[in-house]
């Protein structure tokens, strides 16, 4: 109903204040984690070990906040795309991508972006909203597939290290063992470089972490990125030179091909040698053309040579495979500009 708060997307110390503030007993927050994250329910109603006063109590101001897709689209290769409500004429997307044995969800973080990469179709939209804990979250608890899932991801709309502070309580829940206990390693972050959000990011969480790079020449880097100029690559990596990638946490580059722009052998060198000292791979994605940017995307042959001279210089390299260019799901094709106009 209008006007009530959301419980999805609370940690275990904020239901603790809210059911204080109510003056119900410290373990009703622990039972509400439980229906909400465990029982996965809908409604307050359904939290029968509350008793039937604190339910009334509660669902005054409260309800969950589970609220299902708008819309899904799906491709021919079974990827599929959901549209999902952020408010008031705003709208993101999620990426649910199933494989042989892993079902990967790609997870936006905001309504748009600031950054303005010049390949990203999110970034041409602009900048709107960061979504707060309950958007982020309820985007994995209403997928239908929700109980398929083996792996998330935040690669979709948004910068979710500008976003850090909802970005962490999404994190924390995920993997609490109040909230969904999920083991770290099936979370990956993706971002550009927001050195201040990366910083927190490498000290408070063990998820894997995952850096749009491009291009290992600074003045190229920043044609593509102008986050290039506020946040140099150089940066950012002797920041990820401080921590420990040798075991089980992984970092990895995210390197998208442009034809004639940055897949010759001086950038595979340049780039082995940029990166010589950090224990990660490199993954190669084929650019997904977008309307009005006239870049176009390697092919295959150059993709291929291009990891073969990585691997050689010791750089575990792979090739992306594309899913859900069709329904404009792939990496950079996320947009929701239209959706605002026509919801």
């Known amino acids: 109903m209008e006007g009530k708060k959301y419980l999805l997307g609370l940690t275990l110390d904020e239901l603790k204040s809210l059911v204080g503030d109510l003056g119900m007993s410290g373990f009703v927050a622990s039972q509400i984690a439980d229906w909400l ?24 101001n409260y309800e969950v906040g589970v609220e ?19 408010g008031k004429d705003r709208f ?8 042989d044995d892993r079902a990967t969800l790609c ?3 905001q309504v748009g972006c ?17 979504l707060n804990a309950n958007q982020i979250l309820n985007q994995i608890q209403a997928l239908p597939e929700s109980g398929m899932l083996t792996n998330i991801v935040f690669m979709g709309m948004g910068e979710p290290l500008d976003n850090t502070e909802n970005l962490f309580k999404v994190l924390e829940v995920l993997t609490a063992s109040y909230g969904y206990s999920w083991s770290p390693k099936r979370i990956t972050v993706s971002t550009i470089g927001v050195m201040k959000g990366l910083k927190l990011f490498l000290e408070k969480s063990d998820c894997h972490l995952a850096v749009s ?4 020449f600074p003045e190229e880097r920043l044609s593509l990125m102008p986050v290039e100029k506020v946040f ?11 921590y420990d990638f040798s075991h089980q946490r992984r970092v990895s580059f995210e390197y998208i091909m442009f034809n004639g722009l940055n897949d010759t052998p001086r950038h595979a060198n340049a780039l082995a040698a ?3 000292g950090i224990p990660c791979r490199v993954n190669l994605i084929r650019f997904h053309a977008i309307p009005g940017v006239p870049l176009l995307s390697s092919d295959l042959d150059k993709m291929n040579r291009f990891q073969e001279l990585l691997n050689r210089k010791g750089v575990i390299c792979t090739i992306r495979a594309s899913r859900g260019e069709d329904i404009f799901a792939a990496c950079g094709m996320l947009s929701t500009s239209k959706s605002g106009k026509t919801k």
């Open 274 to 276: 940029l990166l010589k």
């Open 213 to 216: 790079l491009h291009s290992p």
């Open 114 to 130: 600031k950054m303005n990469c010049s390949f990203c179709m999110t970034g041409k939209q602009g900048f709107a909203s960061d």
């Open 92 to 99: 993101v997307e999620a990426v649910y991508i199933p494989a």
């Open 107 to 109: 997870v936006s973080s």
């Open 232 to 242: 140099p690559l150089q940066g950012v990596l002797d920041l990820i030179r401080q």
């Open 68 to 86: 299902p897709p708008v819309s899904c689209m799906e491709s021919a290769d079974g990827t599929k795309k959901y549209l999902y409500s952020a």
């Open 37 to 60: 994250y465990k029982k996965k329910v809908g409604s307050i109603d359904e939290m029968t070990n509350l008793s039937k006063a604190n339910r009334a109590l509660l669902s005054q």
